[in-house]
């Protein structure tokens, strides 16, 4: 019976995330904050996907724990799909958000709206010792908008108008964002593997 997991990533709100959604089987969470000494995982996957698979089995072969990890983003269509899996560092390795939605803004000058359409996206990958790595995804659609409104969230939430919201994602409140964000449909879906993996007892 597997009673641990760890979260492939040392962002403390992202682990808390994670740690409810772990709550209802009862199952101890770890990030790598509890592991001080794991070297930095380079991402050189060119989907999410492959991102997130990278991360959870590395993890996975040091720790020979269940390994849960995630890659998530900005996709702009008019920008070919950039800045993709380079969204954190698109203006340079410092990770900068303010810089990174210039750097977006910039590239889009002289683009209609109609032409601005987005979505944010995530993979999540769960990593279990003598299994098939599983994955699955999750989306919130949009489009970029002309300037920064919205004092919520990080990354690029500020210029990401949200469909059917009428409100950019920073504009939303944590509770509202929660509930249809990128992450919250990978997580929805997640939960109802990790379901199946408790009626299989394989955790």
Known sequence: MMREVVIATKNKGKAL???QMFQPFQIQVKT????????EIEETGATFEENAIIKA??????????VMADDSGLVIDALDG???VYSARYAGPEKDDEANIQKVLRELEGVPLSKRTARFYCALALAIPGRETITVNGTCEGFITFEK???NGFGYDPIFFVQGYERTMAELLPNEKNKIS???EA?????????????ERVL
């Open 149 to 151: 409104k919205g004092a």
């Open 82 to 84: 950039r800045p993709g």
């Open 57 to 66: 089995e590395s993890v996975m072969k040091e720790t020979k724990a269940m």
């Open 32 to 39: 790598l904050l509890d592991l001080p000494e794991f070297p």
């Open 187 to 199: 997580l929805a879906k997640m939960r109802t593997i990790l379901k199946q993996l408790e009626r």
């Open 182 to 184: 990128h992450r919250a």
């Open 17 to 19: 995330e994670f740690e």
